[in-house]
């Protein structure tokens, strides 16, 4: 198993930036890909990002594509979204996950663990 924490939420301005973190601890954090997702009030949880095992390979969802970044670092067990040129519509509780498959995956259902979340609310 593998325990998720997010940080770094908060309220920012429409147009400034935000540095997402996600601590793991427990299982090696290695042998998984992971993803991040959000959900605004009354609505589905969205894919944002996915990071392959050893962070050769990303993705995005199409709403973030340009703005957002992902990264990892597998020696302090952690991996980083930094969010550029913020827009109210980002507004959402933002969820890391943990995935052991071996196929890349936007799906939710497909991802093992999941953290708490964090807020990120950005006013216009």
């Known amino acids: 198993q593998v325990q998720l924490k997010e940080s770094g939420g908060g309220l920012v301005q429409a147009g400034g930036s935000l540095r997402l973190s996600c601590a793991a601890s427990?299982?090696?954090?290695?042998?998984?890909?992971m993803g991040w997702f959000r959900q605004a009030p009354g609505k589905e949880r969205e894919f944002v990002s996915r990071?392959?095992?050893?962070?050769?390979?990303?993705r995005y969802g199409d709403s973030v594509k340009g703005r957002f970044t992902i990264a990892r670092d597998n020696a302090e067990n952690k991996v980083i979204l930094q969010m550029n040129i913020l827009k109210p519509e980002d507004t959402a509780v933002y969820y890391c996950?943990?995935?052991?498959?071996?196929?890349?995956?936007?799906?939710?259902?497909?991802?093992?663990?999941w953290g708490q979340g964090t807020q990120v609310t950005v006013s216009s």
């Open positions: 996950a943990a995935d052991s498959g071996a196929v890349s995956t936007t799906r939710s259902e497909e991802y093992d663990y």
């Open positions: 427990g299982d090696t954090f290695s042998t998984y890909a």
């Open positions: 990071i392959s095992k050893g962070g050769a390979a990303t």
